[in-house]
T-cell receptor, first 115, second 109 residues
Framework: AQSVSQHNHHVILSEAASLELGCNYSYGGTVNLFWYVQYPGQHLQLLLKYFSGDPLVKGIKGFEAEFIKSKFSFNLRKPSVQWSDTAEYFC?????????????FGTGTRLTVIP | DAGITQSPRHKVTETGTPVTLRCHQTENHRYMYWYRQDPGHGLRLIHYSYGVKDTDKGEVSDGYSVSRSKTEDFLLTLESATSSQTSVYFCATGQETQYFGPGTRLLVL
């Protein structure tokens, strides 16, 4: 079955450490890619998105992601995490399915940043 | 983010009772969506709407119905709630990019 995979379920880092969260998808064709963040008790907020063009996308709060088409990947990175980055991170894909702009989500990665 | 509100924000109900959740948007977006969020599953699409009175099923639509009589409102109904429908429900709006509401936490006893 086609899917979105986030292999890291829970990541624990110390402040100032670098972060990379993996996201792989199995849909063929042109896809739109997203990373959302959910802070404890809050709704999902858009971090960044990729539709086309430069495969290195910069988002809010110092996050960036790189689209590698050959690897079907869209990994999220941040050079130096802060305690306030503690949250759950979701990768989402809008595959080339006709009829709607439906998003398919990964299962999420919980990030805990230790002060 | 789009102006999206959801009501109620929290609800406890009993198995077999009907439940309606409301999503209201102020951005005049054509597309609206209902998702449920469960541990280990991420978010899964229940139903979506691409215009007034135009709706379609998502990945996990069994046991749910929706209605959209106005652009700004999208209702999700659980005709007869079951314990497996205990979840957090998120509404979203937008076309190329989706923006999410604050969520409704539903507990079915």
């Amino acid at each position: 079955a086609q899917s979105v995979s986030q292999h890291n379920h829970h990541v624990i880092l110390s402040e100032a450490a670098s972060l990379e969260l993996g996201c792989n998808y199995s849909y063929g064709g042109t896809v739109n890619l997203f990373w959302y963040v959910q802070y404890p008790g809050q709704h999902l907020q858009l971090l960044l998105k990729y539709f086309s063009g430069d495969p290195l996308v910069k988002g809010i709060k110092g996050f960036e992601a790189e689209f590698i088409k050959s690897k079907f990947s869209f990994n999220l990175r941040k050079p130096s995490v802060q305690w306030s980055d503690t949250a759950e991170y979701f990768c989402a894909v809008n595959p080339p399915i006709t009829g709607a702009n439906n998003l398919f989500f990964g299962t999420g990665t919980r990030l805990t940043v230790i002060p | 983010d789009a102006g999206i509100t959801q009501s109620p924000r929290h609800k406890v109900t009993e198995t077999g009772t009907p439940v309606t959740l409301r999503c209201h948007q102020t951005e005049n977006h054509r597309y609206m969506y209902w998702y449920r969020q469960d541990p280990g599953h991420g978010l899964r699409l229940i139903h979506y709407s691409y215009g007034v009175k135009d709706t379609d099923k998502g990945e996990v639509s069994d046991g749910y119905s929706v209605s959209r009589s106005k652009t700004e409102d999208f209702l999700l109904t659980l005709e007869s709630a079951t314990s497996s429908q205990t979840s957090v429900y998120f509404c979203a709006t937008g076309q190329e990019t989706q923006y999410f509401g604050p969520g409704t936490r539903l507990l079915v006893l």
